[in-house]
């Protein structure tokens, strides 16, 4: 009997960078190592599309749900496989198997506008004018009504953490009985090289890395706290990403006298990103918790443990779930500037100490091929 083919929605995918692009390749390529054929529909990247041997990758999406319904009429697809909540809508109009994979913001604050065609020539940039909050405001209110009704009809909904489980129940209890919280899987690349030396390097190097676009991130935080530790303790401080907070980041950076001891990477090749966690000796990231903006998971904490590598976080959202005390990182109750500057004193000063080799074990219990499994039973189910 021949395996389904699977046909993956995706908005985000590489060669855009993020964590549901990261989500979305993982999960492709799990799927399509186990011998499931497997079709990608995506958006026009002006990069092209990767190569992914076995996957049959089709930039076609145009995040209007009039124009998108045409991919249902694909020859060959057996079940569909949503990357994105707002995809949901395909449960309506197919008979066929649809999963649904959330990951929080997509549901919380819907970011594609499939279902306000209004909107739409705002593009992805729309969330970030203020000139646009009313419109986004009365968007928001449309979607989550569009959501509370396409989301309990998918076959199965696949939660990227317990806790992003709990947020779409509380908010749409109709999804009770059809959410599995399947997790997220690690990024292989990132376990391919040796670890570092068990010591500490000196100075301490200190890492972050995010979209420079959020304000929930909580960089500036950081940044101040670092700030009163300055003549205490000898430390560098990279932060990788971009974004339109980077110029405000920097400038503070030079205000707190930073500027010597922060380095602002912008975006980064992923073998220099590994080596740069190689070589580093804390993650710090310490995003706070938005009534429509959360961290579901955080992937990046769980590529600094493969790595070797320590996380600072907050004990808040998906985040509790992707570092384990004392294993493979500590907490912050509470993302405040005097809470973390205590946190990374702590550590700075030594009194806080971890084995490379505990944080890769740790980040090697999340597979890919984990999260497949919890799926492929619905990819077969009848409707």
């Given at each position: ?104 913001n997509d549901f919380l604050r819907a970011y594609q506008p499939v279902t306000a065609p209004a909107l739409d020539r705002f593009g992805p940039l729309w969330r970030f004018e ?199 990182g500590f907490f912050v109750e509470k993302p405040e500037t005097e809470a973390i500057a205590s946190a990374l004193g702590a550590f700075l000063e030594g009194r806080i100490r ?30």
């Amino acid at each position: 009997m021949s395996l389904p083919r699977v046909g993956i929605v995706s908005p985000e995918f590489p060669p855009d960078i993020g964590g549901v692009e990261n989500y979305a390749l993982g999960y492709v390529r799990a799927l399509a190592g186990m011998g499931y054929p497997v079709t990608v529909f995506t958006c026009r990247h002006p990069k092209g599309e990767i190569d992914l041997p076995g996957v049959d990758i089709r930039p076609v999406l145009k995040l209007r749900r009039v124009l998108d319904r045409k991919l249902l009429e694909t020859p060959g697809i057996d079940a569909w496989h949503a990357m994105n909540a707002a995809y949901a809508w395909i449960a309506e109009e197919t008979e066929k198997p649809v999963v649904v994979s959330v990951h929080g913001n997509d549901f919380l604050r819907a970011y594609q506008p499939v279902t306000a065609p209004a909107l739409d020539r705002f593009g992805p940039l729309w969330r970030f004018e203020s000139r646009l909050r009313p419109l986004e405001r009365a968007w928001r209110g449309h979607t989550t009504r569009k959501l509370q009704k396409w989301l309990p009809k998918a076959t199965a909904i696949l939660t990227n953490s317990r806790y992003t489980e709990r947020v779409l129940l509380g908010k749409i209890p109709a999804c009770r009985g059809r959410t599995i919280p399947a997790l997220v899987g690690g990024d292989p690349f990132f376990l391919e090289l040796p670890l570092a030396g068990g010591e500490r390097h000196s100075p301490v190097r200190l890492a972050t890395v995010a979209r420079l676009s959020e304000p929930r991130k909580n960089i500036h935080l950081v940044l101040e706290a670092l700030a009163r530790l300055q003549d205490r303790y000898d430390f560098r401080y990279t932060v990788v990403g971009d974004g339109h907070l980077r110029p405000e980041l920097e400038g503070l950076a030079q205000k707190l006298r930073l500027a010597d001891r922060v380095k602002f990477a912008g975006s980064l090749e992923r073998e220099t990103l590994r080596r740069m966690l190689l070589e580093s000796d804390l993650f710090v990231l310490t995003p706070s918790v938005l009534p429509h903006s959360h961290e579901g998971f955080g992937l990046v904490y769980l590529e600094a443990a493969a790595c070797g590598v320590p996380s600072l976080a907050a004990r808040l959202a998906g985040a509790a779930e992707a570092v384990a005390e004392g294993e493979s990182g500590f907490f912050v109750e509470k993302p405040e500037t005097e809470a973390i500057a205590s946190a990374l004193g702590a550590f700075l000063e030594g009194r806080i100490r971890y084995s490379r080799r505990r944080c890769r074990e740790f980040a090697k219990r999340f597979t890919w091929e984990k999260v497949v499994q919890k799926a492929l039973p619905f990819y077969a189910e009848k409707r």
